[in-house]
Nanobody
Framework: QVQLVESGGGLVQPGGSLRLSCAAS????????MRWYRQAPGKQRELVAV???????NYADSVKGRFTISSDKAKNTVDLQMNSLRPEDTAVYYC???????????????WGQGTQVTVSS
């Protein structure tokens, strides 16, 4: 089966930086898209950043210029560098990957367990 494991969350002061990492493991044939979502208490889960296998990247307006998504295809990993963090960035951050296990299967989404990011003084 497939596992997505996030790491790198924690507590940081406003204006600080954190780097989140997500590693996908298992019998993966191909990864087409990797995304970072976040969910703050009492709010809906929102898309933060996307990177495709072709290298296309998109960000939510709220994080443009502050966050950077990158991936390592050889390692099946995706990172999210978060700079100039604000209290409103506080949330549980989830890694998501659209991938295919084999030629016999269709692509589907998999999720990590989430990692807490808290921005507070």
């Amino acid at each position: 089966q497939v596992q997505l494991v996030e790491s790198g969350g924690g507590l940081v002061q406003p204006g600080g930086s954190l780097r989140l990492s997500c590693a996908a493991s298992g019998s993966i044939l191909a990864i087409y898209v990797m995304r970072w979502y976040r969910q703050a208490p009492g709010k809906q889960r929102e898309l933060v950043a996307v990177i495709t296998s072709g290298g296309s990247i998109n960000y939510a307006d709220s994080v443009k210029g502050r966050f950077t998504i990158s991936s390592d295809k050889a390692k099946n990993t995706v990172d999210l560098q978060m700079n100039s963090l604000r209290p409103e960035d506080t949330a549980v951050y989830y890694c998501n990957a659209n991938l295919r296990l084999g030629s016999w299967s269709s692509p589907r989404d998999y999720w990590g367990q989430g990692t807490q990011v808290t921005v507070s003084s």
